[in-house]
């Protein structure tokens, strides 16, 4: 039997992400130099945290059991992706320039109609989403109220653009 429970607090949120990593240095020079996140703590060569705007950490990196390791074979579980929340569009272009600079591909880019998204691998094979999610009054829902989200091509221009 099925029981029914009360929906969660809607100010719960998801406060940070935790990867095992092969290498620290290389792990660091993705997340803090192409990002931009800033290291609260680190613990040697074994771990480090990352924050934006002082919070303790959003972000932990380890080698506590990966170090040297490989991702993860395709085909097995594990996390999809971990995403990133930008604050508006300007802040991601400039995350896009960030990695364009750096010379980091794209897997893809898209218009969700609440947000818009960049989607690439970190060091490690994670996967990373970037994005910023539009004002929920400029969400699409269909005639009944339902969100209506889709899947479009992102114009990569406009939003680099968004900078300037």
Not at 125 to 153: C, I
């Amino acid at each position: 039997m099925l029981i029914m429970t009360a929906p969660i607090h809607p100010a719960v949120r998801i406060g940070h992400v935790h990867l095992k990593v092969a290498d620290l240095e290389r792990a660091l020079s993705f997340y803090r130099d192409v990002l931009g996140f800033e290291v609260t703590q680190r613990m040697g060569s074994q771990a480090a945290f990352l924050s934006a705007g002082g919070y303790h950490h959003h972000i932990g990196l380890n080698t506590w059991e990966s170090a040297g390791g490989r991702a993860p074979a395709p085909g097995t579980t594990g996390l999809y992706h971990v995403a990133i929340l930008y604050p508006t569009r300007a802040e991601l272009g400039d995350a896009l320039r960030r990695l364009m600079e750096r010379g980091i591909p794209l897997d893809g880019a898209a218009d969700h109609g609440v947000s818009e998204a960049l989607y690439l691998h970190d060091p490690d094979d994670n996967g990373v989403e970037l994005y910023w999610d539009r004002p929920m009054e400029q969400w699409p829902r269909t005639p009944e109220g339902e969100l209506a989200m889709f899947t479009k091509a992102l114009d990569l221009e406009s939003l680099l653009n968004e900078n300037r």
